[in-house]
């Protein structure tokens, strides 16, 4: 099996898994225990929550545990609007988000009568900035917009988008970093909310945080005990929770090493792809180079998922959350790309695990199917 499907999941670093192992077997009392037991795990989970925040250069406080970005990605946008709407009721998000945060929007519209407005994105994928200027007013009190898109790679221009939503309006700004961290430096000092998962970046499912500015009120999703602040109850996921720094460590210590070495691989990639027949790339000068997504013209994207499956290889097809609906790719039709473009592409995602070799076998693979059923 040969795997270019980093972008919905990666395998967990071995250094994370023994420390996990551990912690599963040492640290089993409940955080909130008051007796010695669980006060160290109420220590130990304080010194990630630390160590998280310094690596980010945030404070601790501004660290919230969650089960996943899924759940981040509610908190802060739920979480925010509820207890906000007093402040006016028009929300802003990009048509080209994550399931998460599309869904998210789409219930605070139905269920809770909110104004919404997605602003579209550029034929490269990022958000068209002159929407964003023209859509911002004094009723808007959240943008919700993603770092680095999942389907494409494309990545937003964070700080000026920021940096124009606080001067002109008093919004504030929401970032999914889920496909950025460990790829790029992410800015908080610019951002009011941000997001990110374990999994993206060789660490644990199940596994994520929020950041959130002290000053900001969440309507709790999860009610229960005074975990993370009182604003997500549950017995916290102590053993997770603080493996969670070492992730990251691990992930930031050699950031801009992978980065050189995967940009020299997808350059590669790409190059190969461009000298087949029928094929167009969709990954640009403006994406991080960890995602290549590309169309098949004459091969459909099942069809190419299947055969590349049956010859060992992983990619996906749109991002794995729209794998199981029929829809096409909302994010390429979203870039001007058309039904017939959406429907044929594929996502190859890459590491610094992923070798020359394996690109060089998945050319060949990519070439016969090419071959095989490119009479559609
Ligand atoms: N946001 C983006 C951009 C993602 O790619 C993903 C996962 O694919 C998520 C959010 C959700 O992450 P999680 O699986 O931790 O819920």
Same mark, same amino acid.
């Given at each position: 099996m040969i795997y270019f499907d980093y972008a919905s999941t990666t395998p967990l670093n071995q250094e994370v898994l023994s420390a996990y192992t551990k912690l599963l077997q040492q640290v089993y =009392? @409940? =955080? %909130?225990? *008051?007796h010695a037991p669980g006060r160290e795990a109420q220590r130990l989970m304080e010194k990630s929550r630390a160590q998280i925040a310094q690596l980010l250069s945030v +404070? =601790? %406080?501004e660290i919230l545990f969650t089960s996943c970005a899924s759940e981040a990605n509610s908190t802060a946008i739920k979480g925010f609007a509820l207890a906000n709407r007093h402040r006016g009721n028009h929300i802003i998000t990009t048509c080209v988000e994550h399931s998460s945060v599309l869904k998210a929007f789409a219930q605070l519209e139905a269920e809770f009568g909110f104004k919404i407005d997605y602003l579209p994105v550029t034929k490269k994928g990022i958000v068209n900035a002159e929407r964003l200027h023209q859509l911002l007013? +004094? %009723?808007?009190i959240l943008v919700s917009l993603m770092y680095?898109? @999942?389907?494409?790679g494309a990545v937003n221009p964070v700080i000026e988008l920021c940096e124009y939503i606080h001067q002109h309006s008093r919004a504030m700004v929401h970032v999914d970093c889920v496909q950025a961290l460990g790829k790029l430096s992410i800015p *908080?000092?610019?951002?009011d909310m941000a997001t990110f998962s374990a999994h993206k970046i060789y660490g644990l499912k199940g596994s994520a945080f929020l950041y959130k500015q002290r000053n900001i009120k969440l309507l709790p999703l999860i009610n229960g005990g005074q975990q993370e602040q009182g604003i997500r109850g549950g017995t916290s996921n102590a053993p997770a929770n603080i493996v969670l720094a070492k992730t990251l460590r691990l992930a930031l210590e050699k950031q801009d090493e992978h980065y050189a070495y995967v940009r020299s691989l997808r350059d590669d990639l790409c190059a190969k792809l461009q000298a087949m027949e029928n094929v167009q790339i969709h990954s640009n000068d403006l994406c991080v180079p960890h995602i290549v997504n590309a169309s098949f *013209?004459?091969?459909g994207s099942e069809i190419m998922l299947n055969a590349l499956d049956e010859r060992g290889f992983c990619v996906s097809a749109q991002s794995t959350c729209s794998s199981r609906s029929k829809a096409h790719s909302y994010v390429l039709a979203a870039m001007g790309l058309g039904e017939h473009i959406a429907t044929h592409s594929i996502r190859i995602s890459l590491s610094h695990l992923t070798t020359a070799d394996e690109v060089n076998q998945l050319i060949q693979a990519l070439k016969e199917i090419n071959h095989d059923y490119g009479t559609e």
């Open positions: =009392a @409940n =955080a %909130d225990s *008051l +404070k =601790a %406080d007013n +004094k %009723d808007t680095v898109n @999942n389907e494409t *908080l000092s610019c951002i *013209l004459n091969v």
